[in-house]
C-alpha cells in the first residue's frame, strides 16, 4: 500500500510483516517433518561458539529448474575458541544429499547420518580438512521463497535468516564468516545474466551445450545468510561512483525486460547513498561492483547480500505516473538502507540472531538520518514518529511484546518486527541524542575500526560508543533487554516567589509478558520552556548548570528538576524532537496547546501540539458515544484558524505544513481513547472536524491550492513533492467541507493529474462518496492500470481503505 502510506520512509519494516507471514510448514515440502528440536525455545544465554569454522567455500550451482545440483567445499578447521573434538553437525532442509567426502575421500554411509534439518559426522580430522558436498534442490517447488528459488522465470535466493541450508548443508549461523568463490551455470539462452556476491571474475560459453557460466568471487568474509545468486533474462541500466579514495565502482540494477525506464530514481538514490555515508560516517564502498536485482515474489522488502541487493521490485521500479511521492521515498529510504547494511551488517555483523537489532536497529536509524538530510528533516522525524506510534507501539504493549534483543526465541522469522526495527533505531537515536552527534560519530568510529570482519553483540557495540566518549552506558542495556513502552509523566510547577519552575517527572515501566518488574531507564528528555511572548526561556539548573540543548537525562523513577530565574509561570515544549520513544503524559490545557502550535520553535512539538489539540477535540467528541459539539464548537473554529496561520507561514517547508493540515487518523484516535473504541462516533468525528475545519478557512485553503497548482515537469525532490503534498491536503480538507463543487474540484484534479501522486490520491479523497464522480475516477484508473501488478495494487489499496460496504464486491467483480 505504499501509494497511500502516511509515512515516507523506508523501512525494511513496512514489509517485515511479511515475513513473519512466511508460510512456515513443518515439512521441508516434500513430506518430510522436520525435527521438534527445531521447534524448542532457543535461549541468549545458551549461546556457544561454533565447535567448527569453515574459512573458505567454493560453489558451483548448476542450475536447473526443477534440478539444481551444487557441488560444496567448505575449507574447515576446529574453532579454536570451542576446543572442539565432537561431531561435525551441519544445517541441511529441503535438499537431497547425492555425495560427501573429506579430503577428496568418500565417506561411506556409516560414516555420517542424516536427519531432515541437518547432517552429522562423527569423526572428522582435528586438522584443518576440506569437506565436499554434492546436492540437489528443486528451485521451481521451492515457495517457501527461501533459499534458492524462481520468480518470474528467474533464479533467485533469499538467505536471511537461516535460507542457504536450503542450498547446501552449512554451519548457518552469522557467527561464522568465510570467504566465498562462487561458479554459476546455466542455460545461457534463458539465463544470460549469472550474478553472486563480490567482484566477477571469469565468465565463458560451454562448447555444445547452450549453457555458460560466471565466477564470483567476494574477497571480505561473510556469514551464510548474505549469500546471494541470481540468474536470469534481466535487463540491465548502469552507472558508475567513485569513491572517495578514488575507486571505481561499476553500479548495475536489473529488472524485467521493459521496465529499464523506471530504474532512474533508484540509481539516484544509490549514489546518493554512497556519497552520504562517505561524508556522514566516513564508511566507502569496498568491492568493484555494486549490483541491485529487482524481482517480483520476494518476502522480504530488500535484502543486503553483499554486493547482490536484491529487492522486491516495488522497492525499486519508478516512474512518475506509476509512483508516487510516497513510492519515490520509500525507495529512496530503502535502498539507502540496503546500501548502508553494507557497513553495519556487512562489515560487521551479528554474533547470533538475538543480536538482530545491531544490524536492522542501527541501519533503519541511519536510513532515517540520510532521508532527514535530503528532504525536511523534521517532516521525516514526524513521519518516522507516527510510523512508531502506531506500528511499534502496539505491539509494545501487547501479548506479543518483547524486547529490542530478546533473551529467547522459538522462530527467528517472527522477530523482523517493528520493536527490532523501530524501535532499535529509536534506541541509536537515544545514544546520538546522548553522547552528541560528534561523540556518537566517534564511538561509530571505533566500532568499526574495533569490528570490522566480526561477528559482534549489543554489549559489544556499546562498549565501542562507551569507550570513545568515557560515557558509562552499563543501563543502556535496560533499553535493549525491557520490554514495553515507558510512560513518562511529567508536570511542572511554578513558584512565583522564587521564580523557579519545576519539571517533575516519574518514568512508569508496564509489565511486559515474562517482565513484570522492571529497572528504571536512562532517558533523554529534551525540554523547553516558552515564555509569554513564545521566545524559549534560558534553561538554568539550580546548580547552576546551563542547558544551552535543553537536554534532561532523567535516571530516577521519580525525578525533579529546577530551573531558576524564571520571571513568569512558561509554558512547557516537553519530548522535543520525540527524544525518546515513550508515552509522554503532561497536562496541558487547549489555550496552551495552542500556544504551542503558534510558536513552539522546536518544529516536532509545533506539530505535535496541533495534533493534540485535534486529538483532544476528536476524543472529546467520540469517547462513550458520538458528540458533535467538540467538532462542530468553538475549540474546532480556533483550531482551523491556527491552522490556516501556519499553512500560509512563508518560512515553513511545505511539507511540513502539509503536515500540519494533516488530521490524526481514526487509529491515532483509537490509540487515545485506548477503550470503549466506537468505530463509527470515531469517523463521525473526525469527518465532522473536517467538514469545520474546511468551511472555516474554505478561503485559505482555495487560494493555497490554486497558488500551489504544478507548472512545468514532474520532479520527485522534497520541495516539489512537499508542494504537492500541501495541496493535497488543502484538497482533502475542501472536498471534506461538503461545499457546493469541492467534490467536483477534487474529481477534476484526478482528471487533470499528470503524476501518480496527484491522481491516487485525489481518488482516495473520492473513494468514499456515492457519487458518479468517484465511480467514473475508480473506473478510469481501473482500466489504464489493470494489467500493471505493481500499479493496481494501489487502487485496491484505496478500495481496501474505503470506508464504503460495496469495496469488496467491486474487488471481487474484477
Ligand atoms: N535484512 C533485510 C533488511 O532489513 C530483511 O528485512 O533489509
Ligand atoms: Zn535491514
Not at 520553535?601 to 458528540?627: E, G, H, I, M, V
Amino acid at each position: 500500500m505504499n501509494a497511500l502510506r502516511t509515512q515516507a520512509g523506508r523501512s525494511a519494516t513496512p514489509n517485515a510483516p511479511l515475513a513473519s507471514a512466511l508460510p512456515r510448514t513443518k515439512s521441508d515440502g516434500k513430506g518430510i517433518p522436520m525435527h521438534d528440536n527445531d521447534r524448542q525455545t532457543k535461549h541468549l544465554s545458551d549461546y556457544a561458539p561454533a565447535d567448527y569454522l569453515i574459512d573458505t567455500v567454493d560453489l558451483d550451482m548448476r542450475l536447473e529448474p526443477k534440478r539444481t545440483v551444487i557441488h560444496a567445499d567448505l575449507a574447515m578447521r576446529p574453532n579454536p575458541q570451542a576446543q572442539a573434538d565432537g561431531p561435525l553437525a551441519l544445517n541441511g532442509e529441503g535438499i537431497e544429499l547425492l555425495s560427501i567426502a573429506i579430503d577428496g575421500k568418500p565417506l561411506t554411509s556409516d560414516e555420517y547420518s542424516l536427519t531432515a534439518t541437518g547432517l552429522t559426522v562423527p569423526n572428522v580430522p582435528t586438522a584443518p580438512f576440506v569437506l565436499s558436498l554434492e546436492t540437489a534442490c528443486d528451485p521451481e517447488a521451492n515457495e517457501a521463497l527461501l533459499g534458492l528459488y524462481r520468480s518470474n522465470g528467474a533464479f533467485c535466493t533469499q538467505c536471511e535468516p537461516e535460507g542457504f541450508r536450503r542450498i547446501t548443508y552449512f554451519l548457518d549461523r552469522p557467527d561464522v564468516l568465510a570467504t566465498y568463490r562462487v561458479r554459476l551455470e546455466a542455460d545461457k539462452e534463458t539465463n544470460p545474466v549469472l550474478l553472486s556476491n563480490g567482484n566477477p571474475v571469469e565468465h565463458g560459453d560451454i562448447e555444445g551445450t547452450g549453457r555458460h557460466y560466471a565466477i564470483w568471487e567476494d574477497p571480505h568474509p561473510k556469514p551464510s545468510y548474505l549469500f546471494a545468486a541470481v540468474a536470469g533474462d534481466l535487463a540491465k541500466v548502469s552507472d558508475s561512483f567513485t569513491t572517495q579514495s578514488g575507486r571505481e565502482v561499476a553500479l548495475n540494477i536489473y529488472v524485467e525486460h521493459g521496465k529499464e525506464d523506471r530504474c532512474d530514481w533508484a540509481m539516484e538514490s544509490l549514489k546518493n547513498s554512497m556519497k552520504w555515508d562517505e561524508e556522514r560516517f566516513g564508511r566507502e564502498y569496498d568491492l568493484d561492483v555494486f549490483n541491485i536485482v529487482a524481482v517480483s515474489d520476494f518476502n522480504m522488502g530488500a535484502m543486503e547480500n553483499k554486493g547482490l541487493n536484491i529487492f522486491n521490485d516495488k522497492l525499486v521500479l519508478a516512474r512518475p505516473d506509476t509512483a508516487s511521492d510516497a513510492d519515490y521515498a520509500a525507495i529512496e529510504g530503502v535502498i539507502a538502507h540496503e546500501y548502508f547494511h553494507n557497513w553495519t551488517g556487512n562489515r560487521i555483523t551479528c554474533r547470533d540472531w538475538f543480536q538482530l537489532c545491531l544490524k536492522e536497529g542501527l541501519t533503519v536509524f541511519r536510513d532515517q538520518e540520510f532521508s532527514a538530510d535530503l528532504r525536511a528533516g523534521p517532516v521525516k522525524r514526524i513521519l518516522d514518529v507516527r510510523n512508531l506510534k502506531s506500528r511499534q507501539f502496539p505491539e509494545d504493549s501487547g501479548p506479543l511484546a518483547h524486547p529490542v534483543r530478546p533473551g529467547s526465541y522459538i522462530e527467528i522469522n517472527n522477530f523482523y518486527t517493528a520493536t527490532v526495527y523501530e524501535k532499535g533505531a529509536e534506541l541509536c537515536r537515544m545514544l546520538q541524542t546522548t553522547l552528541g552527534r560528534d561523540g556518537f560519530r566517534e564511538g561509530l568510529d571505533l566500532y568499526f575500526e574495533r569490528h570490522d570482519g566480526q561477528a559482534v553483540t549489543v554489549e559489544d557495540f556499546l562498549a565501542a560508543l562507551s569507550d570513545a566518549t568515557g560515557k558509562d552506558l552499563t543501563d543502556f542495556m535496560h533499553w535493549y533487554n525491557q520490554a514495553g513502552t515507558p510512560e513518562l509523566a511529567c508536570s511542572l510547577d511554578y513558584d512565583g516567589q522564587t521564580k523557579t519552575a519545576t519539571l517533575n517527572v516519574s518514568q512508569i515501566l508496564p509489565a511486559t509478558p515474562g517482565q513484570p518488574n522492571k529497572q528504571p531507564m536512562p532517558i533523554p528528555l529534551r525540554l523547553g520552556l516558552l515564555g509569554p511572548n513564545g521566545d524559549d526561556l534560558p534553561l538554568t539548573l539550580q546548580d547552576g548548570t546551563e542547558l544551552g540543548d535543553g537536554l534532561l537525562e532523567v535516571t530516577e523513577r521519580e525525578q525533579s528538576f529546577t530551573f531558576t530565574d524564571i520571571p513568569s509561570p512558561p509554558t512547557p515544549s516537553v519530548l522535543r524532537e520525540f527524544s525518546a520513544p515513550v508515552r509522554l503524559t503532561l497536562n496541558l490545557d487547549l489555550e496552551q496547546i495552542e500556544f504551542l502550535m503558534m510558536h513552539d520553535s522546536d518544529a516536532f512539538n509545533r506539530w505535535q501540539a496541533a495534533q493534540s489539540y485535534a486529538a483532544k477535540l476528536l476524543t472529546d467528541a467520540s469517547r462513550d458515544r458520538y458528540d458533535p459539539a467538540p467538532v462542530k464548537g468553538k475549540g474546532a473554529e480556533r483550531l482551523a484558524k491556527a491552522l490556516a496561520l501556519t499553512a500560509n507561514e512563508q518560512d515553513l517547508a511545505y511539507a511540513y505544513r502539509a503536515e500540519m493540515l494533516k488530521l490524526p487518523s481514526e487509529s491515532d484516535i483509537a490509540r487515545e481513547l485506548a477503550r470503549d473504541i466506537d468505530t463509527d462516533a470515531i469517523r463521525e468525528a473526525r469527518e465532522t472536524l473536517r467538514a469545520t475545519i474546511g468551511r472555516t478557512i474554505h478561503g485559505d485553503l482555495a487560494g493555497l491550492y490554486e497558488e500551489l497548482a504544478e507548472t512545468g515537469p514532474y520532479s520527485p525532490d522534497g520541495i516539489s513533492a512537499g508542494k504537492r503534498s500541501m495541496r493535497i491536503a488543502a484538497l482533502d480538507l475542501l472536498a471534506g467541507s461538503g461545499m457546493e463543487g469541492e467534490l467536483e474540484r477534487a474529481a477534476a484534479h484526478y482528471r487533470d493529474a499528470t503524476n501518480m501522486t496527484d491522481a491516487i490520491y485525489s481518488l482516495l479523497i473520492l473513494a468514499p462518496y456515492d457519487h458518479p464522480l468517484r465511480d467514473e475516477a475508480l473506473e478510469d484508473f481501473y482500466e489504464r492500470w489493470k494489467d500493471d501488478a505493481l500499479v493496481l495494487d494501489k487502487w485496491f489499496a484505496v478500495l481496501a481503505r474505503s470506508p464504503r460496504h460495496d469495496s469488496v464486491e467491486i474487488v471481487e467483480g474484477c
